[in-house]
């Protein structure tokens, strides 16, 4: 994916997908979420990570903290999904490598049969609609 835009999510944004989609419509092929997960919620992580990948139809790469903190068992999995959902790479050791290619995106987002490309500025307008409390209040 050399020179290609690349998306980023810290921790708990990449369960909400609509900021994975918005990364994606923004032309991003790649989304980067590093997180601070307990070991157990692992699976849960990983069913968000993989449907996130799906339905924008862009990669999605995440690592986690690789010990506990302050009494927190913190830790798990670092994981690379493809865009059409399949794990690319999922692994505990210390340094990883996943090959990324820019044609993965196109093939599936040509072949998903929920992708329909949005354009970035129709998502900008609805948050900045959300995030803006006149508008939220004068909606009742």
Known sequence: LDGSPLGIQICSDVTRPQGTHLLAAQGA???LA?????PESWESWKLV???NAR????YVATVNRP?????????GPSLVVGPSGEI???TVETLALARLARAAVDTARARYPGYVAVRSEVYAAGWAALADPVRVDERG
């Open 29 to 31: 092929l790649a989304v």
């Open 34 to 38: 590093p997180r601070a997960t307990e």
């Open 49 to 51: 990570l993989r449907a």
């Open 55 to 58: 339905t924008a139809c862009c």
């Open 67 to 75: 010990r506990g903190e302050r009494g927190v068992p913190l830790g």
């Open 88 to 90: 690319v790479l999922e």
